[in-house]
């Protein structure tokens, strides 16, 4: 075969195998997004859909969603983080709290008393603390995010309560193991039951009130059958945080181009936990004014209260630095280093 021959031939072959390389390259990924909230939603509407918009846009559109709202690829919100891990979704937005001992290392964030009550705040400082005690818990995981669902709220339909004795013989919705455990140091009854379900059983005498972030209670229309929220001062630990996560497959994440690994990472980590922040404490803000507005009160309690509060659900993070010290883990510097970094992004 003389040269030029050669030379034709041999880009013959060449061609196909650069095009074939373009082609990968250029090839969009449509990512599996699912979570356990309506379209309609908060979560939907300016967490989860802005960050897909940022992705796809620094991606050239080679990065894309495809949203499952409200459980769309079935299971529970406490299944979505397997559905993570075994690639029946690709990303997915649930709590740790809803999985009791999965994530030992992040319960910490959950204790009494430990974390600011703003969203921002909140999600700066469990971010933080992830990073630093966190990250084996989420090693089956590319971990996203890690932000605040905002201080947890007491609400109740008939008693104001503005001591913790008024809180005796209460039946109060609880969200989370943590929130029962200091519902229960506090003298009150805590109830296992979904936020949706609220409504209805305080309408039907099963709960007095309930225990939740500000946002949520317009939205359930919990704000209609309450008519007292007790708080704390705002420069002061709230009584209890709910950790959010939003998770990625991480063979998926590990299988993508490292451009577009880029991309998901600068719009992830602090980028996305700060946004989800603002979002709460912005949803937060007009819960609040939409409340008040229906002359719902906010008892705000002094501070002698608060301390007598703090004192009563003392005994909830002493069991729980024991619970992790016998799975293994420094349970004592793991609850000083929650405070520590709280206290640090409390607002003065």
């Known amino acids: 075969m003389n040269l030029p ?11 196909p195998l650069v095009l074939g390389a373009s082609a990968v390259q250029a090839q969009t990924v449509t990512l599996k997004f699912t979570h356990f909230l309506p ?3 908060n979560f939907q509407k300016n967490v989860a859909e802005p960050w897909c918009a940022a992705i796809e846009k620094d991606s050239g559109g080679r990065l894309k969603c495809q949203l499952y709202p409200s459980l769309q690829l079935g299971g529970t919100p406490a299944q979505i983080a397997d559905q993570v891990k075994n690639g029946v979704a690709d990303v997915g937005w649930t709590s740790p709290s809803y999985s009791t001992g999965r994530f030992p290392r992040t319960e910490a964030l959950e204790l009494p008393f430990v974390l600011p009550v703003g969203g921002l705040s909140g999600a700066r400082a469990m971010w933080e603390y992830t990073q630093k005690n966190g990250m084996e818990d989420f090693k089956d995981f590319k971990l ?40 229960s140091s506090q003298g009150g009854t805590p109830v296992n039951m979904p936020v949706a379900a609220v409504t209805e059983g305080i309408q039907k005498g099963v709960v007095d009130g309930a225990m939740a972030p500000w946002e949520v209670l317009p939205v359930t229309k919990i704000d209609e ?3 007292y929220h007790m708080v704390g001062e705002a420069n002061l630990p709230g009584f209890g945080q709910t950790p959010l996560a939003v998770l ?27 946004l989800a922040g603002k979002v709460w404490d912005s949803g937060n803000e007009d819960a609040k004014k939409s409340i008040t507005a229906r002359g719902n009160k906010v008892l705000v309690i002094k501070e002698a209260v608060y301390n007598g509060m703090l004192k009563a659900a003392a005994p909830v993070e002493a069991d729980w630095i024991k619970q992790a010290t016998a ?18 992004y409390i607002s003065k």
């Open 39 to 41: 379209s309609t939603s």
């Open 248 to 274: 990625m497959n991480k063979q998926k994440y590990d299988g993508l181009p490292a451009d577009l690994k880029a991309v998901i990472d600068k719009h992830s980590g602090v980028a996305l936990s700060e």
């Open 144 to 183: 996203l995010a890690m932000f605040s669902g905002t201080n947890l709220v007491i609400s109740t339909s008939t008693k104001p309560v503005l001591v913790p004795e008024d809180l005796k013989g209460l039946k109060l919705r609880s969200p989370s193991r943590f929130a029962a455990l200091f519902l």
């Open 225 to 227: 059958v309450t008519k």
């Open 327 to 344: 799975r293994g883990l420094d349970g004592a510097k793991l609850a000083a280093d929650v405070h520590a970094i709280g206290k640090k």
């Open 5 to 15: 021959t050669q030379l034709f031939s041999s880009l013959g072959l060449a061609i």
